[in-house]
Structures are given as C-alpha cells and as structure tokens.
C-alpha cells in the first residue's frame, strides 16, 4: 500500500511507539487519525501535524471505537489503514498474577483489536483495499519468566493476526504483526502490575522511532510478520531466524537495559 494520501488510525497515538508511528506516517503523506485517552498530548501532536484528526478513544469501549472509524470516514471518506498499538504491560509470576489484572490486559491486548479489526473492515472490504498492523511484542516469540500473563496476550494477538491473514487475504486486507523489543517509552512506568523483569542478555533500548519504521514498512508491504530491526526484518515466527534475528541485536554495555523484549503503551 502507498502510505502517501492513505487514511492512517493509530491507536495508543498519546506516546511512544504511538506517536512516532503517527509522526512517521504524517510526514509520509498519510492522513492520520490520532485515537487515545490522553487528549492534552493528543491536541498537542495534532498541532505538529497538519490536517490530522484527534478523536478521544478508550479502545476498551465499543461504542468509542466505532465512534472512532465513523468519525474518520466522516472526515476523509474511508479508511485505508488501521495501527492497533495501544496496549499495556503485566509483569508478575505466575504464583502472584491477579486474573482481575489479566482480565483488563487481554481486554487491551487482545479483544480491543479484534474490535477495531471489526470496525473499520467493513470499509475495507467495500474496496478490497486495507491494511491493519497489530503492534505485538518480541516477548511472544520465546518463554520469559515472570511474563507469563503480558506475553500470552500477546501471543492471543498473533494468532488473531494469523487467522485474520487467512480469512481476509481474498478481501484485499493485509494484516501484519509487528514485535518491538525494549523501546524507550513509558511502557514500564505504565503497567498494570509488576515491574521491570530482568532478562539474561542486555538489549539497547530502541527509539520509538524504530518500531515506527517497522509499521511503516508493515504497511507498505503487507508483510505478515515483521521483527522491529535496523532495516525491518520479515520473519516466520516459530524459526531459529526470528529469534537468532533479535539476539544479534544484543549490546552488551553499561547503557544497556537488562530486560525481555517489550514494546510501548498507550
């Protein structure tokens, strides 16, 4: 798909991986919706972005969602491409995860994707023409302890991905994964519960700026899945590839962060 003149919703737009992707996308030539709580941060990037749309979004609500797409289409006519990023983390033992506290992720996580997959494909299909890049993270791609609940909403977001890919390939509609790796945003100032987890290996945090260029890439390319690297990388979950990929990135140094792979919040 050509990002330049494209509908662009992303969700989770008030911060990190958000509002990068939203910058991204903007200075690509894309009309962007910009949906999230936070309006203040919204109105703000909207300035920087000029003919955007804000339009305030609890993705966790229905109504609010579908009030989203019918505003964009409203405004622009249709919509071209969904970016459903929003998201939030849970890093807790399985022996302490509170099942309120993975009720409420997977209810971000996972069913308010396939809600926002939901709402915007009936324009989609009218055209045969779509694009949705479900923002994920690498975490789904190999165990960690102490992220057993985060990482399994995640991986519940690939395999509606997957299956999306499947039952909407003959309707025009590309839908892609994409996996963020520890990024500099607030993810882990915002989780749910828990804390900061420390991982085996030392990963430099990536510029939210890097995730951004994944989904672009996404995007134009319709790739199924797409690692968060410098280039973007296609990759086949499951494969020694995937993983091998995101362990080369490693950087050991006293900048580095001692932390699993994850990506950035609403």
């Keep these: 798909m050509e ?29 962007v919706v910009l949906a999230a709580r936070r309006m203040e941060r919204l109105e703000d990037l909207a300035v920087e972005l000029p003919g955007s749309l804000v339009v305030s979004t609890d993705v966790t609500i229905a109504a609010q969602v579908e009030r989203l797409v019918a505003r964009t289409v409203d405004t ?62 690498a975490t789904s791609l190999r165990v960690f302890p102490g992220l057993g609940g985060y990482a399994a909403t995640k991986a519940a977001l690939n395999m509606v991905s997957q299956v999306g890919q499947l039952e ?31 991982g085996g290996h030392a990963i430099q945090p990536d510029p939210p700026e890097l995730p951004a260029t994944a989904i672009a890439f996404a995007i134009r390319t319709g790739e199924a899945h797409v690692l968060v690297a410098d280039p973007p990388e296609p990759i086949t979950p499951g494969d020694k590839g995937g993983w091998g990929a995101l362990l080369a990135r490693q950087a050991p140094s006293s900048a580095a962060t001692h932390a699993p792979p994850d990506d950035g919040p609403e």
């Design 3 to 31: 990002i330049d003149g494209a509908v662009c919703i992303v969700t989770g737009a008030s911060s990190g991986i958000g509002t990068a992707t939203a910058r991204l996308l903007s200075g690509l030539g894309a009309h």
């Design 76 to 137: 622009y006519g249709t919509v071209d491409v969904l970016v459903n990023n929003a998201g939030q983390g849970l890093h807790v033992p399985l022996e302490e995860l509170d099942p309120t506290d993975l009720r409420a992720v997977f209810e971000l996580n996972v069913v308010a994707p396939l809600v926002g997959m939901q709402a915007v494909l009936p324009v989609m299909r009218a055209r045969e023409h779509g694009a949705i890049v479900n923002v994920s993270s």
């Design 168 to 198: 909407l390939a003959d309707a025009g509609v590309a839908v892609s994964v994409v996996y963020p790796s520890v990024t500099a945003t607030e993810f882990h100032q915002r989780l749910r519960a828990g804390h900061l987890v420390s």
